[in-house]
């Protein structure tokens, strides 16, 4: 398959909870990128991690990278309804880029 | 700096009738640019890729096309829309130093 997989498809978390996403991929990577999608929108660029970094951290955002198990992490921590969103997961290779299926968060208030 | 732009934003358009979406790109050149579809509720697929001028790789067999005629410009056509054509559709293009670019996106909707 040319898409990567998420999990869990969807989450439904109480405000100031932290959020976890994982994705999975089968090609080697030149680097991983987190996204964002509000309904119906484009999407926003997250955080970009290279395959040659473990951790990176932006704010409430924390992503982890194991190329060895070809899996990454999104952790969104004191979650806010605001960040009810589809969340993707981008893997940038050789002339192709592929999305894993997405993420479906929701923030209850 | 870098930017793409797509259009229009939303689309409505009847079942057979043709379809020309278009991207453009500015602030860098020779671009990898690709077009992706989401369908509701589902992740976002590759339809196309383009590596340069007149060079379009197709992901999925399907009822629509791509071109690029200008460096910069790449567009989604269909001679005839089906309803399963309709969905969310990104223009997106890549660089080195910035990762991937999106454009805003255009919703269409076959009728």
């Known amino acids: 398959s040319q898409q990567g997989e998420e999990d869990p498809q969807a989450l439904s978390i109480q405000e100031g909870e932290n959020a976890t996403m994982n994705c999975s991929y089968k090609t080697s990577i030149n680097n991983l990128q987190w996204y964002r999608q509000n309904s119906g929108r484009g999407l926003v660029h997250l955080i970009l991690i290279r395959s040659n970094e473990r951790e990176k951290h932006s704010g409430r955002l924390r992503v982890t990278l194991d190329t060895s198990k070809k899996s990454s992490s999104l952790l969104i921590t004191a979650s806010r309804a605001a960040d009810t969103a589809s969340y993707f997961c981008?893997?940038?290779?050789?002339?192709?880029?592929?999305f894993g299926t997405g993420t479906r968060l929701k923030v209850l208030a | 700096s870098q930017t793409i732009h797509q259009w229009p934003a939303t689309l409505v358009q009847p079942v057979g009738s043709p379809l020309s979406l278009e991207c453009t790109v500015e602030?860098?050149?020779?671009?990898?640019l690709y077009w992706y579809r989401q369908a509701a509720g589902r992740g976002l697929q590759l339809l196309f890729y383009s590596v340069g001028i007149g060079q379009i790789s197709s992901e999925v067999p399907q009822n629509l096309s791509a071109s690029r005629p200008q460096d910069r410009q790449f567009i989604l056509s269909s001679k005839k829309l089906l309803l399963s054509d309709s969905g969310f559709y990104l223009c997106?293009?890549?660089?080195?130093?910035?990762?991937?670019?999106f454009g805003s996106g255009t919703r269409l909707t076959v009728v």
């Open positions: 602030g860098t050149s020779n671009p990898n």
């Open positions: 981008g893997m940038s290779g050789t002339y192709k880029y592929i």
């Open positions: 997106a293009f890549d660089s080195i130093r910035y990762g991937y670019t």
